[in-house]
């Protein structure tokens, strides 16, 4: 009889945590997404310099897992755990083994997943330090969503650099604004644009 923005939210949480945690370790940590091969591009994007920082609204560090270091999990992760009284952290497998609830072992209260839940501000440090990355790039590449975002637009608006990409799977009536727009899923796109860039510095050394 709930929605999972009911059963995901600040007022369960706090007044039947059981029942958020039923939800929260049935639904969003034993579903985790699969990595996709976006992660391993981005990551090598970063290590040539060529990618400074990724905003991220995932709340699963996959872009961490892949390998990248510079990243704002703008929602928080599940990999962060700790208790509101004590601040003794904890695991995400600790979370996910507890019979019920997941309690601190000093203070015997529940473990809060440091995530973003319905009914939330998102973190005003996370928004602070994501507006200063947007707002000195040159380049922003927008991954999997639109301009219009409800998550990203805000971000967006701060953007004054030279060039904006998209990537996502469907055109969208925004796409215009963008210099350039490539339709596909992002990880298929964005290995095949590594691919590429590998072949033609192989080609350049090749030359030398």
């Known amino acids: 009889g709930y929605s999972s923005e009911e059963l ?3 007022a369960v949480y706090n007044a039947r945590p059981e029942l958020f ?9 034993h579903i985790a997404p699969l ?10 994007l970063e290590k040539m310099g060529k990618l400074q920082c990724i905003v991220d ?9 892949a390998g990248c ?13 700790q208790c509101p009284r004590c601040k003794k952290k904890y695991s995400m497998e600790y979370m996910m083994n507890a019979s019920r609830i997941p309690l601190c ?24 330090r994501t507006t200063e990355e947007i707002a000195k790039a040159d380049l922003l590449l927008v991954l999997g969503t639109t301009l219009n975002s409800d998550v990203f637009r805000h971000y967006i608006n701060y953007f004054d650099g030279k060039r904006l990409v998209i ?15 490539i339709v596909s ?14 072949a033609e510095t192989v080609s350049e050394n090749a030359g030398q």
């Open 21 to 29: 945690f039923e939800f929260y370790k049935k639904e969003m940590l």
């Open 69 to 81: 270091t510079h990243v704002i999990n703008l929602h928080g992760s599940i990999h962060e755990n």
């Open 185 to 198: 899923q992002p990880s298929q796109a964005l290995e095949g644009l590594m691919e590429l860039y590998e």
């Open 105 to 128: 072992e000093t203070c015997k209260i529940p473990v809060r997943p440091m995530v973003s839940l319905f009914g939330e501000q998102v973190d005003s440090q996370l928004m602070t």
């Open 167 to 181: 990537i996502h799977q469907r055109d969208h009536f925004m796409d215009h604004s963008a210099d350039l727009v």
């Open 57 to 65: 609204s995932n709340i699963y560090e996959m872009s961490q897992q």
């Open 8 to 10: 995901f939210s600040s």
């Open 35 to 44: 990595p996709t091969q976006s992660g391993p591009a981005l990551a090598a």
